[in-house]
């Protein structure tokens, strides 16, 4: 999908790939069929900081529920099951988690 510039964007809400990468929020559950590239990106690079610095990331570590969930919730992004990555970010959110 791509707009008048050349740039990726979500078809149902208009967020484009480069407000996506500044806010690192998605505007609907579309966007990530849509902006998929930009989602697994933010997502690997998010791992990745966490790994290099050993800061602490912004879930919980110490919630193993949290993150068997994010981890699922990478997984259902991976298969392009959508329907399920809404229901675990839901999920990650009531448990006060954060992919961002
Ligand atoms: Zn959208």
Redesign the pocket.
């Known amino acids: 999908m791509e707009n008048g510039y050349g740039e990726p964007y979500?078809k149902?809400?208009?967020?484009t790939e480069t407000e996506f990468k500044d806010s690192y929020y998605?505007?609907?559950p579309?966007?990530y069929k849509?902006l998929r590239n930009a989602v697994l990106e933010a997502v690997a690079e998010t791992q990745g900081a966490t790994r290099h610095t050993g800061r602490a990331p912004k879930t919980a570590p110490d919630n193993p529920e949290l993150e068997r969930l994010i981890r699922e919730y990478e997984r259902a992004l991976v298969f392009n099951r959508m329907d399920d990555a809404d229901r675990i970010l839901y999920k990650i959110h009531a448990l006060g988690g954060s992919i961002k």
């Open positions: 979500c149902h809400c208009g967020l998605v505007g609907c579309d966007c849509y």
